[in-house]
Protein backbone atom coordinates (compact mmCIF):
# COMPACT_ATOMS: atom_id res chain seq x y z
CA UNK A 1 0.00 0.00 0.00
CA UNK A 2 2.73 2.64 0.97
CA UNK A 3 4.82 1.98 -2.34
CA UNK A 4 1.61 2.41 -4.18
CA UNK A 5 0.66 5.47 -2.81
CA UNK A 6 4.37 6.89 -2.74
CA UNK A 7 5.22 5.95 -6.33
CA UNK A 8 3.09 5.02 -9.43
CA UNK A 9 4.75 4.37 -13.06
CA UNK A 10 3.27 6.19 -16.49
CA UNK A 11 5.15 4.81 -18.99
CA UNK A 12 9.11 6.06 -18.13
CA UNK A 13 7.94 8.38 -15.86
CA UNK A 14 7.82 8.32 -12.01
CA UNK A 15 5.37 10.41 -9.85
CA UNK A 16 6.21 10.33 -5.76
CA UNK A 17 3.59 11.16 -3.57
CA UNK A 18 5.34 14.71 -2.45
CA UNK A 19 5.05 15.88 -5.99
CA UNK A 20 1.65 14.77 -5.85
CA UNK A 21 0.82 16.75 -3.08
CA UNK A 22 2.66 19.79 -4.50
CA UNK A 23 0.04 19.65 -7.09
CA UNK A 24 -2.54 19.56 -5.19
CA UNK A 25 -1.46 22.45 -2.56
CA UNK A 26 -0.94 24.59 -5.91
CA UNK A 27 -4.66 24.11 -7.28
CA UNK A 28 -5.94 25.03 -3.76
CA UNK A 29 -3.60 27.87 -3.41
CA UNK A 30 -4.77 29.64 -6.86
CA UNK A 31 -8.20 28.48 -5.33
CA UNK A 32 -7.76 30.83 -2.30
CA UNK A 33 -6.90 34.32 -2.60
CA UNK A 34 -6.05 36.64 -0.35
CA UNK A 35 -5.33 40.47 -0.53
CA UNK A 36 -3.89 43.07 1.61
CA UNK A 37 -6.02 46.52 2.02
CA UNK A 38 -4.72 49.33 3.85
CA UNK A 39 -8.04 50.90 5.30
CA UNK A 40 -11.10 48.78 7.08
CA UNK A 41 -14.12 49.39 6.52
CA UNK A 42 -16.47 51.33 9.10
CA UNK A 43 -19.87 49.17 8.04
CA UNK A 44 -20.88 45.92 5.95
CA UNK A 45 -24.43 48.29 4.73
CA UNK A 46 -23.59 49.26 1.13
CA UNK A 47 -25.74 52.44 1.53
CA UNK A 48 -24.65 53.40 5.79
CA UNK A 49 -21.28 55.50 4.96
CA UNK A 50 -19.75 56.66 0.93
CA UNK A 51 -16.59 55.72 2.02
CA UNK A 52 -13.98 54.21 -0.08
CA UNK A 53 -12.97 50.85 1.96
CA UNK A 54 -16.73 50.48 2.35
CA UNK A 55 -17.48 50.17 -1.35
CA UNK A 56 -14.74 48.43 -1.66
CA UNK A 57 -16.05 45.34 0.05
CA UNK A 58 -19.59 46.29 -1.50
CA UNK A 59 -18.21 46.05 -4.83
CA UNK A 60 -17.97 42.29 -4.31
CA UNK A 61 -20.92 41.50 -2.58
CA UNK A 62 -23.17 43.97 -3.90
CA UNK A 63 -24.30 45.46 -7.58
CA UNK A 64 -25.66 48.51 -8.87
CA UNK A 65 -27.50 48.94 -12.17
CA UNK A 66 -24.82 50.93 -13.79
CA UNK A 67 -21.01 49.90 -12.89
CA UNK A 68 -18.02 51.84 -13.74
CA UNK A 69 -14.88 50.00 -16.09
CA UNK A 70 -11.42 50.93 -14.70
CA UNK A 71 -11.27 54.26 -16.29
CA UNK A 72 -14.26 55.28 -14.37
CA UNK A 73 -16.36 54.87 -17.41
CA UNK A 74 -20.14 53.93 -17.67
CA UNK A 75 -20.88 49.95 -18.51
CA UNK A 76 -24.23 48.03 -17.98
CA UNK A 77 -24.57 46.53 -14.47
CA UNK A 78 -27.46 45.08 -13.05
CA UNK A 79 -28.95 46.93 -15.83
CA UNK A 80 -28.56 45.49 -19.09
CA UNK A 81 -29.02 48.31 -21.62
CA UNK A 82 -31.04 51.83 -20.80
CA UNK A 83 -32.66 54.56 -22.96
CA UNK A 84 -34.29 58.34 -22.26
CA UNK A 85 -38.29 58.00 -22.98
CA UNK A 86 -38.34 62.19 -22.46
CA UNK A 87 -35.80 64.71 -21.52
CA UNK A 88 -37.59 63.94 -17.53
CA UNK A 89 -37.57 59.88 -17.91
CA UNK A 90 -35.15 57.05 -17.71
CA UNK A 91 -36.41 53.99 -18.63
CA UNK A 92 -33.97 50.98 -17.90
CA UNK A 93 -34.06 46.99 -18.82
CA UNK A 94 -33.19 44.94 -15.85
CA UNK A 95 -31.14 41.24 -16.63
CA UNK A 96 -32.72 38.79 -16.70
CA UNK A 97 -31.94 35.33 -14.30
CA UNK A 98 -30.14 37.41 -11.77
CA UNK A 99 -29.86 35.76 -8.47
CA UNK A 100 -29.23 37.08 -5.00
CA UNK A 101 -26.91 34.98 -2.43
CA UNK A 102 -30.04 33.27 -1.01
CA UNK A 103 -31.36 31.78 -3.98
CA UNK A 104 -34.26 34.54 -4.80
CA UNK A 105 -34.61 36.30 -7.70
CA UNK A 106 -33.54 39.81 -8.74
CA UNK A 107 -36.69 41.38 -8.80
CA UNK A 108 -37.87 45.20 -10.16
CA UNK A 109 -39.40 45.62 -6.28
CA UNK A 110 -35.68 45.43 -4.80
CA UNK A 111 -34.33 47.58 -6.82
CA UNK A 112 -36.96 50.55 -6.33
CA UNK A 113 -36.22 49.60 -2.60
CA UNK A 114 -32.71 50.09 -3.04
CA UNK A 115 -33.30 53.10 -4.76
CA UNK A 116 -35.37 54.55 -1.79
CA UNK A 117 -33.36 52.85 1.16
CA UNK A 118 -30.45 55.20 1.19
CA UNK A 119 -32.74 58.25 2.23
CA UNK A 120 -33.94 56.53 5.28
CA UNK A 121 -30.51 55.61 6.59
CA UNK A 122 -29.60 57.83 9.78
CA UNK A 123 -26.67 58.62 11.32
CA UNK A 124 -24.73 58.81 8.20
CA UNK A 125 -21.54 60.64 7.90
CA UNK A 126 -22.02 60.75 4.16
CA UNK A 127 -25.22 59.97 3.08
CA UNK A 128 -25.61 58.00 -0.37
CA UNK A 129 -29.03 59.39 -1.40
CA UNK A 130 -26.78 62.71 -2.57
CA UNK A 131 -27.14 59.95 -5.38
CA UNK A 132 -30.76 59.32 -5.72
CA UNK A 133 -32.40 63.01 -5.06
CA UNK A 134 -32.50 64.24 -8.81
CA UNK A 135 -35.46 61.28 -9.03
CA UNK A 136 -38.35 62.37 -7.98
CA UNK A 137 -40.68 59.29 -9.56
CA UNK A 138 -39.92 55.56 -9.71
CA UNK A 139 -42.12 53.23 -11.84
CA UNK A 140 -42.17 49.49 -12.76
CA UNK A 141 -43.48 48.96 -16.08
CA UNK A 142 -43.36 45.16 -15.86
CA UNK A 143 -40.88 42.64 -14.53
CA UNK A 144 -37.55 43.79 -15.89
CA UNK A 145 -38.43 47.38 -16.95
CA UNK A 146 -37.95 50.83 -14.49
CA UNK A 147 -38.74 53.96 -15.35
CA UNK A 148 -37.39 56.85 -13.20
CA UNK A 149 -38.42 60.35 -13.54
CA UNK A 150 -36.21 63.62 -12.62
CA UNK A 151 -37.31 66.87 -11.71
CA UNK A 152 -35.18 68.26 -14.35
CA UNK A 153 -33.24 67.36 -17.11
CA UNK A 154 -30.52 65.11 -15.29
CA UNK A 155 -27.83 63.62 -17.69
CA UNK A 156 -25.77 62.79 -14.60
CA UNK A 157 -28.45 60.15 -13.49
CA UNK A 158 -26.15 57.23 -15.18
CA UNK A 159 -22.68 58.24 -13.11
CA UNK A 160 -24.86 58.51 -10.10
CA UNK A 161 -26.64 54.61 -10.14
CA UNK A 162 -22.81 53.70 -10.40
CA UNK A 163 -22.81 54.52 -6.58
CA UNK A 164 -26.51 52.71 -5.61
CA UNK A 165 -25.63 49.14 -4.76
CA UNK A 166 -29.10 46.85 -4.88
CA UNK A 167 -30.25 45.37 -2.24
CA UNK A 168 -32.47 42.32 -1.59
CA UNK A 169 -35.99 43.76 0.05
CA UNK A 170 -36.67 40.57 1.90
CA UNK A 171 -33.23 40.73 3.38
CA UNK A 172 -32.93 43.94 4.41
CA UNK A 173 -36.16 45.57 5.41
CA UNK A 174 -36.20 46.05 9.18
CA UNK A 175 -32.55 45.80 9.79
CA UNK A 176 -30.79 48.79 11.11
CA UNK A 177 -27.26 49.32 9.66
CA UNK A 178 -25.42 47.82 12.76
CA UNK A 179 -26.96 44.63 11.68
CA UNK A 180 -24.71 43.98 8.79
CA UNK A 181 -21.45 43.46 10.64
CA UNK A 182 -23.12 40.15 12.21
CA UNK A 183 -23.92 39.00 8.29
CA UNK A 184 -27.48 40.29 8.23
CA UNK A 185 -28.72 42.14 5.32
CA UNK A 186 -24.95 41.23 3.55
CA UNK A 187 -27.17 39.32 0.54
CA UNK A 188 -26.16 40.31 -2.81
CA UNK A 189 -26.15 39.38 -6.19
CA UNK A 190 -22.28 40.16 -6.87
CA UNK A 191 -19.81 37.69 -7.55
CA UNK A 192 -19.02 36.79 -3.92
CA UNK A 193 -20.85 36.20 -0.93
CA UNK A 194 -20.49 36.43 2.85
CA UNK A 195 -18.94 34.02 5.08
CA UNK A 196 -17.34 35.71 7.67
CA UNK A 197 -16.28 39.19 8.98
CA UNK A 198 -13.26 40.12 11.85
CA UNK A 199 -13.90 43.58 12.56
CA UNK A 200 -10.60 46.11 11.54
CA UNK A 201 -9.13 42.62 10.24
CA UNK A 202 -10.77 40.84 7.45
CA UNK A 203 -13.86 39.30 5.62
CA UNK A 204 -14.12 35.97 4.28
CA UNK A 205 -15.82 35.56 1.04
CA UNK A 206 -16.50 32.40 -1.00
CA UNK A 207 -17.52 32.45 -4.48
CA UNK A 208 -21.21 32.92 -5.98
CA UNK A 209 -21.57 29.95 -8.02
CA UNK A 210 -25.13 31.03 -9.51
CA UNK A 211 -23.43 34.70 -10.18
CA UNK A 212 -24.99 35.78 -13.88
CA UNK A 213 -21.47 37.42 -15.11
CA UNK A 214 -18.46 36.04 -15.62
CA UNK A 215 -17.59 33.76 -13.44
CA UNK A 216 -14.64 35.02 -11.48
CA UNK A 217 -11.55 32.84 -12.93
CA UNK A 218 -9.62 31.57 -10.22
CA UNK A 219 -10.95 32.03 -7.06
CA UNK A 220 -12.96 29.93 -5.14
CA UNK A 221 -12.22 31.65 -1.76
CA UNK A 222 -11.38 34.82 -1.23
CA UNK A 223 -10.18 36.98 2.17
CA UNK A 224 -10.18 40.51 2.83
CA UNK A 225 -7.24 41.57 4.84
CA UNK A 226 -7.19 44.65 6.48
CA UNK A 227 -3.51 45.87 7.39
CA UNK A 228 -2.94 49.34 8.03
CA UNK A 229 0.73 49.16 9.24
CA UNK A 230 2.45 49.84 5.89
CA UNK A 231 5.38 47.27 7.40
CA UNK A 232 3.00 44.35 8.09
CA UNK A 233 1.63 44.87 4.66
CA UNK A 234 4.63 44.62 2.95
CA UNK A 235 5.71 42.01 5.15
CA UNK A 236 2.24 40.20 4.80
CA UNK A 237 2.86 40.39 0.88
CA UNK A 238 6.63 39.04 1.16
CA UNK A 239 5.99 36.00 2.95
CA UNK A 240 3.29 34.44 0.50
CA UNK A 241 0.27 35.16 3.50
CA UNK A 242 -1.41 37.45 0.77
CA UNK A 243 -1.23 36.79 -3.00
CA UNK A 244 -1.42 40.97 -3.69
CA UNK A 245 -1.45 44.13 -1.95
CA UNK A 246 -2.98 47.92 -2.21
CA UNK A 247 -1.11 51.27 -1.08
CA UNK A 248 2.52 49.78 -1.64
CA UNK A 249 4.43 51.93 0.83
CA UNK A 250 6.05 54.60 -0.85
CA UNK A 251 9.87 53.85 0.73
CA UNK A 252 9.81 49.93 -0.20
CA UNK A 253 8.52 50.89 -4.05
CA UNK A 254 12.33 50.50 -4.98
CA UNK A 255 12.09 46.95 -3.14
CA UNK A 256 8.93 45.55 -4.78
CA UNK A 257 10.10 47.41 -8.25
CA UNK A 258 13.62 44.78 -8.24
CA UNK A 259 11.83 41.92 -6.77
CA UNK A 260 12.15 39.44 -9.59
CA UNK A 261 9.28 37.46 -8.32
CA UNK A 262 6.94 40.58 -7.90
CA UNK A 263 4.21 42.49 -10.05
CA UNK A 264 4.06 46.17 -9.43
CA UNK A 265 1.49 48.46 -11.08
CA UNK A 266 -0.08 51.72 -10.87
CA UNK A 267 -2.66 54.65 -11.84
CA UNK A 268 -3.16 58.00 -11.23
CA UNK A 269 -6.25 57.92 -9.23
CA UNK A 270 -9.30 60.51 -9.32
CA UNK A 271 -8.76 61.21 -5.87
CA UNK A 272 -7.51 64.08 -5.06
CA UNK A 273 -5.98 65.22 -1.00
CA UNK A 274 -6.48 68.44 -0.23
CA UNK A 275 -6.66 70.85 3.43
CA UNK A 276 -9.83 72.31 4.73
CA UNK A 277 -10.36 74.48 6.53
CA UNK A 278 -13.46 76.63 9.36
CA UNK A 279 -14.26 79.27 7.03
CA UNK A 280 -17.09 80.11 9.24
CA UNK A 281 -17.24 80.10 12.78
CA UNK A 282 -16.08 83.49 14.26
CA UNK A 283 -14.55 81.14 16.74
CA UNK A 284 -12.46 78.32 15.56
CA UNK A 285 -11.82 75.30 18.35
CA UNK A 286 -8.52 74.80 17.68
CA UNK A 287 -7.33 78.36 16.78
CA UNK A 288 -5.13 80.15 19.45
CA UNK A 289 -2.20 82.46 19.80
CA UNK A 290 1.45 81.53 19.32
CA UNK A 291 1.45 80.74 23.30
CA UNK A 292 -1.80 78.32 23.37
CA UNK A 293 -4.59 80.84 24.03
CA UNK A 294 -8.07 81.27 22.35
CA UNK A 295 -8.32 83.51 19.65
CA UNK A 296 -11.17 85.63 19.89
CA UNK A 297 -11.48 85.85 16.16
CA UNK A 298 -10.68 83.19 12.98
CA UNK A 299 -8.49 84.04 10.87
CA UNK A 300 -9.51 81.32 8.82
CA UNK A 301 -12.51 83.56 7.83
CA UNK A 302 -9.87 85.77 6.06
CA UNK A 303 -9.39 84.83 1.86
CA UNK A 304 -5.41 86.25 2.63
CA UNK A 305 -4.83 83.64 5.02
CA UNK A 306 -6.17 80.67 3.04
CA UNK A 307 -4.32 81.81 0.05
CA UNK A 308 -0.68 82.24 2.27
CA UNK A 309 -1.42 78.32 3.72
CA UNK A 310 -2.04 77.48 0.02
CA UNK A 311 1.30 79.53 -1.29
CA UNK A 312 2.93 77.68 1.70
CA UNK A 313 2.33 74.24 0.48
CA UNK A 314 5.34 73.00 -1.65
CA UNK A 315 3.42 70.33 -3.48
CA UNK A 316 6.33 69.66 -5.65
CA UNK A 317 8.49 68.79 -2.45
CA UNK A 318 5.65 66.67 -0.83
CA UNK A 319 5.54 64.44 -4.06
CA UNK A 320 9.73 63.96 -4.05
CA UNK A 321 10.27 63.53 -0.50
CA UNK A 322 6.97 62.11 0.94
CA UNK A 323 5.34 60.46 -1.94
CA UNK A 324 8.35 59.38 -3.58
CA UNK A 325 6.83 60.33 -7.11
CA UNK A 326 3.39 59.28 -6.18
CA UNK A 327 1.66 62.05 -6.56
CA UNK A 328 0.16 64.50 -8.90
CA UNK A 329 0.66 67.79 -7.46
CA UNK A 330 -2.60 70.09 -8.18
CA UNK A 331 -4.87 72.98 -8.11
CA UNK A 332 -8.08 71.21 -9.26
CA UNK A 333 -10.87 69.27 -7.74
CA UNK A 334 -10.54 66.13 -10.50
CA UNK A 335 -7.28 65.02 -12.79
CA UNK A 336 -6.64 65.62 -15.57
CA UNK A 337 -8.24 62.31 -17.22
CA UNK A 338 -11.62 63.18 -15.47
CA UNK A 339 -14.30 65.42 -16.93
CA UNK A 340 -14.47 68.16 -15.17
CA UNK A 341 -10.65 68.97 -15.14
CA UNK A 342 -9.95 72.98 -15.96
CA UNK A 343 -6.57 73.03 -17.54
CA UNK A 344 -6.28 76.87 -16.17
CA UNK A 345 -6.07 76.35 -12.95
CA UNK A 346 -2.43 75.90 -12.52
CA UNK A 347 -0.59 74.01 -9.42
CA UNK A 348 -0.02 77.40 -6.83
CA UNK A 349 3.72 78.30 -6.57
CA UNK A 350 5.74 78.00 -3.57
CA UNK A 351 6.52 81.08 -1.95
CA UNK A 352 6.55 81.70 1.82
CA UNK A 353 7.93 84.84 0.92
CA UNK A 354 4.49 86.35 -0.39
CA UNK A 355 2.56 84.06 1.73
CA UNK A 356 4.15 85.79 4.70
CA UNK A 357 3.14 89.17 3.47
CA UNK A 358 0.10 88.11 3.18
CA UNK A 359 -0.31 87.06 6.47
CA UNK A 360 0.79 90.02 7.32
CA UNK A 361 -1.82 92.00 5.14
CA UNK A 362 -4.64 90.09 6.72
CA UNK A 363 -3.39 91.38 10.13
CA UNK A 364 -1.19 88.33 11.12
CA UNK A 365 2.15 89.78 11.12
CA UNK A 366 3.17 87.32 13.43
CA UNK A 367 0.98 84.17 12.59
CA UNK A 368 -0.76 82.14 14.92
CA UNK A 369 -1.25 78.63 16.17
CA UNK A 370 -3.73 76.09 15.07
CA UNK A 371 -4.25 71.98 14.85
CA UNK A 372 -4.61 70.71 12.40
CA UNK A 373 -6.22 66.74 12.00
CA UNK A 374 -5.71 63.66 9.88
CA UNK A 375 -6.46 60.37 9.16
CA UNK A 376 -3.51 58.03 10.13
CA UNK A 377 -4.79 54.87 7.95
CA UNK A 378 -6.78 56.00 5.01
CA UNK A 379 -4.50 57.48 2.81
CA UNK A 380 -1.05 56.83 0.79
CA UNK A 381 1.01 58.79 3.64
CA UNK A 382 -1.37 60.55 4.96
CA UNK A 383 -0.36 61.28 8.54
CA UNK A 384 3.35 62.30 6.80
CA UNK A 385 1.82 64.49 4.05
CA UNK A 386 0.00 66.22 7.51
CA UNK A 387 3.02 66.66 9.47
CA UNK A 388 4.88 68.08 6.06
CA UNK A 389 2.13 70.68 5.67
CA UNK A 390 2.61 71.79 9.28
CA UNK A 391 6.31 72.47 9.03
CA UNK A 392 6.02 74.47 5.93
CA UNK A 393 3.24 76.34 7.74
CA UNK A 394 5.73 76.90 10.49
CA UNK A 395 8.16 78.57 8.49
CA UNK A 396 5.41 81.24 7.47
CA UNK A 397 4.49 82.25 11.20
CA UNK A 398 1.64 79.57 11.44
CA UNK A 399 2.36 77.07 14.68
CA UNK A 400 0.95 73.82 13.99
CA UNK A 401 -0.04 70.70 16.05
CA UNK A 402 -0.98 67.64 14.58
CA UNK A 403 -3.05 65.21 15.81
CA UNK A 404 -3.66 61.99 14.01
CA UNK A 405 -5.83 59.18 14.30
CA UNK A 406 -8.19 55.82 12.58
CA UNK A 407 -10.23 57.18 10.02
CA UNK A 408 -13.14 55.70 11.40
CA UNK A 409 -12.57 58.09 14.67
CA UNK A 410 -11.54 60.81 12.36
CA UNK A 411 -14.93 60.75 10.24
CA UNK A 412 -16.99 60.77 13.37
CA UNK A 413 -15.40 63.99 14.39
CA UNK A 414 -15.21 65.38 11.26
CA UNK A 415 -18.41 65.32 10.56
CA UNK A 416 -19.56 66.64 13.77
CA UNK A 417 -17.73 69.61 12.96
CA UNK A 418 -14.99 69.49 16.11
CA UNK A 419 -11.95 70.65 13.72
CA UNK A 420 -10.50 73.75 12.41
CA UNK A 421 -8.46 72.52 10.09
CA UNK A 422 -7.71 69.08 8.23
CA UNK A 423 -6.49 66.86 5.41
CA UNK A 424 -8.67 64.73 3.68
CA UNK A 425 -9.42 63.09 0.18
CA UNK A 426 -12.36 62.81 -2.48
CA UNK A 427 -12.50 60.49 -5.41
CA UNK A 428 -14.44 61.41 -8.11
CA UNK A 429 -17.00 58.39 -8.04
CA UNK A 430 -19.26 59.93 -10.50
CA UNK A 431 -16.28 59.72 -13.11
CA UNK A 432 -16.89 63.69 -13.29
CA UNK A 433 -16.26 66.67 -10.82
CA UNK A 434 -19.63 67.12 -10.36
CA UNK A 435 -20.14 64.60 -7.53
CA UNK A 436 -16.67 66.21 -6.09
CA UNK A 437 -18.24 69.55 -5.83
CA UNK A 438 -21.38 68.57 -4.45
CA UNK A 439 -19.72 66.54 -1.67
CA UNK A 440 -16.62 68.67 -0.33
CA UNK A 441 -17.53 72.23 -1.44
CA UNK A 442 -21.01 73.02 -2.04
CA UNK A 443 -23.50 74.77 0.43
CA UNK A 444 -24.92 72.12 3.11
CA UNK A 445 -28.67 71.28 1.57
CA UNK A 446 -30.03 68.32 2.20
CA UNK A 447 -32.90 68.50 0.10
CA UNK A 448 -30.33 68.14 -2.83
CA UNK A 449 -27.99 66.31 -1.01
CA UNK A 450 -25.05 68.91 -1.15
CA UNK A 451 -22.60 69.44 1.16
CA UNK A 452 -22.26 65.27 2.73
CA UNK A 453 -18.57 65.67 2.95
CA UNK A 454 -18.63 69.69 4.23
CA UNK A 455 -17.71 69.27 7.33
CA UNK A 456 -16.93 72.65 7.95
CA UNK A 457 -20.03 73.93 6.28
CA UNK A 458 -17.69 76.20 3.79
CA UNK A 459 -20.77 78.53 1.97
CA UNK A 460 -20.55 80.32 -1.31
CA UNK A 461 -24.14 80.37 -3.13
CA UNK A 462 -22.29 80.86 -5.69
CA UNK A 463 -21.09 77.68 -6.11
CA UNK A 464 -24.05 75.95 -5.41
CA UNK A 465 -25.43 77.96 -8.48
CA UNK A 466 -23.01 77.28 -11.21
CA UNK A 467 -23.06 73.75 -9.99
CA UNK A 468 -27.23 73.16 -10.19
CA UNK A 469 -26.99 74.75 -13.57
CA UNK A 470 -24.39 72.14 -13.93
CA UNK A 471 -25.63 69.16 -13.22
CA UNK A 472 -29.16 69.85 -15.10
CA UNK A 473 -27.15 71.08 -18.53
CA UNK A 474 -27.56 68.44 -20.81
CA UNK A 475 -24.76 69.62 -23.82
CA UNK A 476 -21.86 68.02 -22.81
CA UNK A 477 -19.32 71.15 -23.71
CA UNK A 478 -21.75 73.70 -22.16
CA UNK A 479 -21.55 71.49 -19.10
CA UNK A 480 -17.81 71.22 -19.01
CA UNK A 481 -17.96 75.12 -19.25
CA UNK A 482 -19.78 75.46 -15.87
CA UNK A 483 -18.42 72.63 -14.15
CA UNK A 484 -14.79 73.94 -14.84
CA UNK A 485 -15.96 77.74 -13.82
CA UNK A 486 -17.14 76.08 -10.23
CA UNK A 487 -13.70 74.36 -9.68
CA UNK A 488 -12.23 78.11 -10.18
CA UNK A 489 -14.34 79.64 -7.77
CA UNK A 490 -13.86 77.22 -5.18
CA UNK A 491 -10.38 77.31 -5.80
CA UNK A 492 -10.15 81.04 -5.92
CA UNK A 493 -11.90 81.25 -2.89
CA UNK A 494 -9.73 78.58 -1.16
CA UNK A 495 -12.48 76.93 0.23
CA UNK A 496 -10.58 73.95 0.36
CA UNK A 497 -6.74 74.10 -0.51
CA UNK A 498 -6.36 70.91 -3.57
CA UNK A 499 -2.56 69.17 -3.02
CA UNK A 500 -2.39 66.35 -4.94
CA UNK A 501 -4.13 63.46 -7.01
CA UNK A 502 -2.31 60.47 -5.77
CA UNK A 503 -0.96 57.69 -7.69
CA UNK A 504 -2.55 54.50 -6.80
CA UNK A 505 -0.27 51.23 -5.96
CA UNK A 506 -1.11 47.26 -6.34
CA UNK A 507 1.99 44.88 -6.22
CA UNK A 508 0.53 40.99 -6.24
CA UNK A 509 3.05 38.10 -6.62
CA UNK A 510 4.59 37.66 -10.35
CA UNK A 511 2.06 34.97 -12.04
CA UNK A 512 -0.65 37.13 -10.87
CA UNK A 513 -2.20 40.34 -13.22
CA UNK A 514 -4.52 43.51 -12.38
CA UNK A 515 -5.83 46.06 -14.30
CA UNK A 516 -5.20 49.06 -12.12
CA UNK A 517 -8.57 51.44 -11.64
CA UNK A 518 -8.65 55.17 -11.63
CA UNK A 519 -10.89 54.62 -8.62
CA UNK A 520 -9.00 52.84 -6.93
CA UNK A 521 -10.98 49.87 -5.51
CA UNK A 522 -9.32 46.41 -5.21
CA UNK A 523 -11.03 44.01 -6.72
CA UNK A 524 -10.23 40.28 -5.78
CA UNK A 525 -12.55 39.31 -8.52
CA UNK A 526 -10.36 41.33 -11.07
CA UNK A 527 -7.03 39.54 -10.56
CA UNK A 528 -5.97 36.72 -12.79
CA UNK A 529 -3.38 34.18 -12.97
CA UNK A 530 -1.40 34.37 -16.19
Same mark, same amino acid.
Given at each position: ???????????????????? @??????????????????????????????????????????????????????I???????????????E??? !??? =?????????????????????????????????? /?????? #????????? $?? /??????????????? =???????????????????????V???????V?????? $????????????? /?????????????????? !????????? +? *?????????? @??????????????? +???????????? +? $???????T?? %??????K????????? *???????N???????? &??????????????????????? #??????P %??????????????????? &????????I???????????????????? #? +????P &????????????????????????????G?? !??????V???????????????????????? #?????????? $???????????? =??????????? *????????????????T????????????
Amino acid at each position: MFTALTHFFRGKKIYSLAAA @LLLVSSVSHAQDFKVALSSPPTSLDPHFYNLGPNNTVAHHLFEALVKMDADSRPIPGLAESWSLVNNLTWEFKL !RKG =VKFHDGSDLTAEDVIWSLDRPATIVGSPSKFDVF /TKAIIN #KKIIDANTI $RL /TTREPYPLILADLTN =VQIVSKKATQGLSSDDFNSGKGVVGTGPYKFVKYLKDD $RIELEKFNAYWGK /TPANWNKVTLRFIANDAT !RIAALLSGD +V *QAMANVPTPD @LARVKNDANLNLLSK +VSHRVIYVYLDT +V $RDKSPFVTDK %EGKALDKNPLKELKVR *QAISMAINREAIKDRI &MEGLSEPTNNIVSSAIFGHNPNL #KVVKFDP %EAAKKLLAEAGYPNGFGIT &MHTPNNRYINDEKITQTIAQMLAKIGIAV #K +VEGMP &MSIYSSRGAKAEFSMGLLGWGATTGESSGSL !RAVAACVDPEKGYGTFNWLKYCNPKVNDMLS #KAINTVDDKA $RLKLLQETAALV =VSDAGIIPVHH *QVSTWAMKKNISYVPRTDEYTLAFQFSQK
